[in-house]
């Protein structure tokens, strides 16, 4: 099987891309989690969703592209080159709010506020303030990390 030969990107992805070669940013989610980050995104009609670490928007992206009109996602970025970039290309977009700000942040003056999916893309919900995040996770919602290997949870026996 090919996991990559009926990926549909979504439209607006290669002026993102492009923007991100030109500042020299790696650090995108790969296609494939993009592409279950949509499906996610899709299997919640009217979902909250919460983005820590947008990046130039890549992933947020195709979070969008799953959710239905009725959704709405916030994506919290540090990094002002970047934000800008998300801001840029999706900020038009009614169902996104795109933060500059720190997660940590975000996270300690949020942690009563309930989301079906949380995609941890950063420091913060993913290798700290876990628990505080997890707690922001709507019961029968999703929390979703991405990079991370047995051997960066040192359990290299997994
Ligand atoms: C792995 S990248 C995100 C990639 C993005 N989700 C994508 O797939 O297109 C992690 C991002 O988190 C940002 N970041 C690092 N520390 C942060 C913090 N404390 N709060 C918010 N964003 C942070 C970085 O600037 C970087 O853009």
Redesign the pocket.
């Known amino acids: 099987m090919n996991d990559f030969a009926n990926i549909r990107r979504p439209s607006g992805i290669e002026s993102i891309q492009s923007d991100l070669k030109k500042i020299g ?1 790696t ?3 790969d296609v494939l989690t ?1 592409s279950i980050l949509r499906t996610l995104a899709a299997s919640k009609p009217g979902g909250s969703f919460l ?10 992206a195709w979070l969008l592209a799953g959710m239905d009109s009725d959704s709405t996602l916030i994506t ?4 002002e080159t ?1 934000y800008e970039i998300a801001k840029k290309h999706l900020g038009t977009d009614p169902r996104v709010d795109v933060r500059y ?4 942040e975000f996270i300690q003056t949020h942690m009563q506020r309930k989301f079906d999916l949380i ?1 941890a ?4 919900g993913k290798f700290y303030f876990i628990n505080e995040v997890l707690n922001m996770v709507r019961i029968g919602g999703m929390y979703v990390v ?2 991370l290997s047995p051997f960066l949870l040192g359990r290299k026996n997994m």
């Open positions: 940013f650090m995108s989610s993009d983005e820590l670490g947008t990046g130039g928007g890549l992933s947020t919290i970025e540090n990094d970047l700000m720190n997660g940590g995609f893309d950063t420091w913060p991405d990079d």
